[in-house]
T-cell receptor, first 112, second 112 residues
Framework: DTGVSQNPRHKITKRGQNVTFRCDPI?????LYWYRQTLGQGPEFLTY????????KSRLLSDRFSAERPKGSFSTLEIQRTEQGDSAMYLC??????????FGPGTRLTVT | QKEVEQNSGPLSVPEGAIASLNCTYS??????FFWYRQYSGKSPELIMS????GDKEDGRFTAQLNKASQYVSLLIRDSQPSDSATYLC????????????FGKGTRLSVIA
C-alpha cells in the first residue's frame, strides 16, 4: 500500500496561466475526492468520483475549475486562468466504498 | 447549512497531561465522524473514526461521540510534544461516503 500520491508538490504560476494537478489514489480505492485548504481553515470539498463517474461537482469554485478521472484510476484537477485567490493547498483523498478517507501530501499552488 | 465547529485554540497542555479536543456539528442525522491530525505544512492524517455513541479507544487516543448532544471529542492521554499539531474534526452528514465537512481545527501545543 503506497498511499495517495500527488504531483506536483509545489506549483508557482503567473496569474492567467492554466495549471493541472494529478492525484493517484490508493490502488484498491474506488472513490477519489478533491479538497482545497487555505491558511487557518479546514479542507473545503470541491468534487468527487466513484470510479470514473463524477458524482458531485457543484462545489467546484467556478467554471475555471474542472476535474477528470478518465479510467477510474488517477485524477486530474485543472484550473484555467488562475487568479491570486486560487493560491491554496489542493488535497486529494481516496477511500474504499464507505470507509475512511486518506489524504495525499497535497499540491501547494502559489499564483503570482 | 452543514457546519462543524471547533475552538481554534491554541490549547496548551503540559507533557504527560490529557488533552481534550471538542467538536460540535449541526445535523442530528450525521452518521460518521473523524479526527485528523495536521502538522504545519503537511496534509491531514486520519487518526480516529467513530460511528456509534460512546467511546472508542486506540492507543493513547479516545474518541467520544454523543449524537443526542451533537458533539464528538478526542482525548489524548500522556500528551507528548510530538502531538503538537492542528486537530481537525470531520463529519459525514449523510449515509454513505459522501464528502466530509471539516471544522477549522484546534491547534494543540504540548509543552515539555
Amino acid at each position: 500500500d503506497t498511499g495517495v500520491s500527488q504531483n506536483p508538490r509545489h506549483k508557482i504560476t503567473k496569474r492567467g496561466q492554466n495549471v493541472t494537478f494529478r492525484c493517484d489514489p490508493i490502488s484498491e480505492h474506488n472513490r477519489l475526492y478533491w479538497y482545497r485548504q487555505t491558511l487557518g481553515q479546514g479542507p473545503e470539498f470541491l468534487t468527487y468520483f466513484q470510479n470514473e463517474a463524477q458524482l458531485e461537482k457543484s462545489r467546484l469554485l467556478s467554471d475555471r475549475f474542472s476535474a477528470e478521472r478518465p479510467k477510474g484510476s488517477f485524477s486530474t484537477l485543472e484550473i484555467q486562468r488562475t487568479e491570486q485567490g486560487d493560491s491554496a493547498m489542493y488535497l486529494c483523498a481516496s477511500s474504499l466504498a464507505q470507509n475512511e478517507q486518506y489524504f495525499g501530501p497535497g499540491t501547494r499552488l502559489t499564483v503570482t | 447549512q452543514k457546519e462543524v465547529e471547533q475552538n481554534s485554540g491554541p490549547l496548551s497542555v503540559p507533557e504527560g497531561a490529557i488533552a481534550s479536543l471538542n467538536c460540535t456539528y449541526s445535523d442530528r442525522g450525521s452518521q460518521s465522524f473523524f479526527w485528523y491530525r495536521q502538522y504545519s505544512g503537511k496534509s491531514p492524517e486520519l487518526i480516529m473514526s467513530i460511528y456509534s455513541n460512546g467511546d472508542k479507544e486506540d492507543g493513547r487516543f479516545t474518541a467520544q461521540l454523543n449524537k443526542a448532544s451533537q458533539y464528538v471529542s478526542l482525548l489524548i492521554r500522556d500528551s507528548q510534544p510530538s502531538d503538537s499539531a492542528t486537530y481537525l474534526c470531520a463529519v459525514n452528514f449523510n449515509s454513505g461516503n459522501t464528502p466530509l465537512v471539516f471544522g477549522k481545527g484546534t491547534r494543540l501545543s504540548v509543552i515539555a
